[in-house]
């Protein structure tokens, strides 16, 4: 196997995270090769671009029979990347937890189809704003201070799984418990009876979106949120400015559906009428925050969305070319490691990280080309040293 120095860097990084206690040398060698193969330029997800950006000494369908039926075992795996995201966590900051689901579409097969993607459904898609065919994958992530960190993931499909509800309670169920102010931040999708319950029973608060028909008790009157707005008048709101834009606000604190005590924050645009259809409506299960502290809590969420933009243009997660199901969870798991780790290695945010990382790759092949060249060796067997012959 060629000697190339971003090869050693990675290497350095699986000793840090003291992953040679826990996989053989073979299966180490397979995760550089798609660390390597993650953050090579232009990559989409194909494994045979792992194979040929990673200099890669066996035939490219060791890699699918890596996914699909090596022994390897990946919960080490996904403890190893919880330990570490766990060691980013600030005592002194607020911890975020934030939850979100994703699709990556795929093409629907012939019903001849012999052998279609596992695991493939129809789901909504609010990007496009249709339904789609593909998979779909409830994540969460941690973000404490600066720090914003993938942590676990689950493959949501509507014939097995009762609900994304019961996959986001599952998850919120093995979170870790810490002594500082926590919370879980979601949208709309989430902000139920069931997730709230589980959060509080682990210590979190809950900040979300809430659906305007979501029923509240305004001086003890059963009312919808939307039917409540519209007897609001201006001189009743205050206005908020979270980042760069201003808002106007009311604040309702009492009783809703499920809850006996929370704080509704009703929003709009402060340079737009009072409409119903600019109105965003949030939940705080922690009725000490201000409105600003809300509303500035909820704005974290967004980190999220930038992961799920970052993972389908950096590291293939849309354009994965995996059939099996247990393949395709594995490749998952594998992406979310390269995110964490090109961080790790660059001790940088992983959209600045991906670039160095990249930088690093190709100078380490011109390096190793130039020091070849240097001590006589033939192009003919450079090419054969890096497998491209």
């Not at 709009?268 to 509303?295: G, H, V, Y």
């Amino acid at each position: 196997m060629n000697s190339l120095s971003h090869h050693a860097q990675i290497k350095k990084g699986f000793s840090d995270w003291r992953l040679p206690h826990y996989f053989s040398k073979p299966v180490l060698r397979h995760f550089l090769h798609f660390i390597d193969g993650m953050s090579s330029l232009g990559f989409t997800g194909k494994l045979t671009q792992i194979h040929a950006s990673s200099h890669h000494p066996k035939h490219r369908t060791t890699l699918s029979h890596f996914l699909r039926k090596s022994t390897w075992n990946e919960d080490y795996l996904q403890t190893q990347c919880q330990d570490y995201v766990r060691r980013q966590m600030d005592p002194k900051q607020p911890l975020f937890w934030l939850f979100d689901d994703t699709l990556a579409k795929k093409k629907k097969p012939s019903s001849q189809a012999k052998h279609p993607i596992e695991g493939c459904g129809f789901h909504f898609s609010h990007t496009e704003g249709k339904v789609i065919w593909g998979h779909q994958v409830l994540q969460v992530m941690m973000k404490s201070g600066k720090q914003v960190l993938p942590y676990a993931f689950r493959h949501f499909q509507k014939e097995q799984d009762e609900s994304k509800i019961k996959l986001s309670v599952d998850l919120i169920q093995a979170l870790p418990q810490v002594k500082q102010p926590t919370y879980v931040l979601c949208d709309s999708w989430y902000t139920s009876k069931a997730l709230i319950e589980t959060a509080f029973g682990q210590g979190m608060h809950v900040i979300g979106a809430l659906k305007t028909n979501r029923i509240i008790y305004p001086a003890g009157i059963r009312t919808q949120v939307k039917q409540f707005a519209t007897q609001l008048s201006e001189s009743e709101t205050n206005l908020v400015t979270v980042g760069q834009e201003t808002y106007r606000v009311y604040r309702y604190e009492g009783a809703l559906n499920d809850l006996a005590q929370g704080v509704v924050v009703l929003c709009w645009p402060a340079n737009q009428p009072m409409e119903k259809t600019k109105m965003r409506c949030f939940l705080s299960t922690d009725t000490e925050l201000s409105t600003q502290q809300i509303l500035h809590y909820y704005s974290e969420r967004w980190a999220i969305e930038t992961y799920f933009k970052q993972v389908k243009g950096y590291l293939g997660f849309q354009g994965c070319q995996v059939r099996h199901k247990r393949a395709i969870t594995r490749y998952w798991l594998l992406l979310q490691f390269a995110y964490l780790l090109i961080g790790a290695l660059q001790l940088q945010p992983f959209s600045t990280a991906i670039h160095d990382m990249r930088r690093a790759r190709f100078s380490s092949i011109v390096e190793f080309i130039y020091n070849e060249a240097h001590d006589g060796v033939s192009l003919e067997q450079i090419k054969k040293e890096l497998f491209v012959a």
